[in-house]
């Protein structure tokens, strides 16, 4: 059984490892991605504030995925899906959905958008994305700091 859960000081390590291994698979080890936030092994810290909030996957007592919601423009309207990725092992059984869903949720109580900076080489995640009503940009919002990223989405909530 899978249990989605706030992140726990605990995780930090999991959730970094998962989002670097991730990466790595796909090739996009690299400056400009989450591999290198400075924040990439201090999540539980980062997602202190009322207006970011960051869930992990538990399956048998062990942290499998994760996603996090956050500000991403200095106007506090425009939030982020951040960091949303599930080990490839456990990947195909429902799980991003149920980030998704979590991740939308919040984001609908706290901001006007929620902003999603990807890679198109990531066919399974965008179709995930546009299937919950984000749209492709031409071009990354103002402010980005994942310079790498060469695919961009939002939904607009209000």
């Known amino acids: 059984m899978v249990k989605l859960r706030e992140i726990e000081e605990k995780d930090n390590?999991?959730?970094?490892?998962?989002?670097?291994?991730c990466l790595e698979?796909?090739?996009?080890?690299?400056?400009?991605?989450?591999y290198?936030?400075?924040y990439l092994f201090s999540l539980y810290a980062y997602y202190q504030k009322p207006d970011r909030?960051?869930?992990v996957?538990?399956?048998e007592g062990r942290v499998i995925g994760g996603v996090g919601v956050g500000p991403f423009s200095a106007t506090g309207t425009v939030g982020e899906i951040q960091k949303l990725y599930i080990q490839k092992e456990e990947r195909g059984k429902g799980y991003a959905h149920m980030l998704m869903e979590k991740a939308l949720a919040f984001g609908k109580e706290r901001y006007d958008a929620l902003y999603i900076e990807t890679f198109a080489s990531?066919?399974?995640?965008n179709h995930l994305y546009k299937k919950y009503g984000f749209e492709e940009?031409?071009?990354p919002l103002e402010g980005t700091e994942h310079s790498a990223c060469d695919t961009w989405l939002l939904t607009r909530f209000k």
Do not use: C, F, H, N
Request: glycine share 8%; no cysteine.
């Open 13 to 21: 390590q999991a959730i970094g490892d998962i989002v670097q291994t």
């Open 25 to 34: 698979q796909e090739g996009l080890k690299m400056p400009g991605t989450a």
């Open 36 to 38: 290198y936030d400075p």
């Open 53 to 55: 909030q960051y869930w």
């Open 57 to 59: 996957l538990e399956k």
């Open 122 to 125: 990531l066919s399974d995640a």
């Open 137 to 139: 940009l031409t071009q």
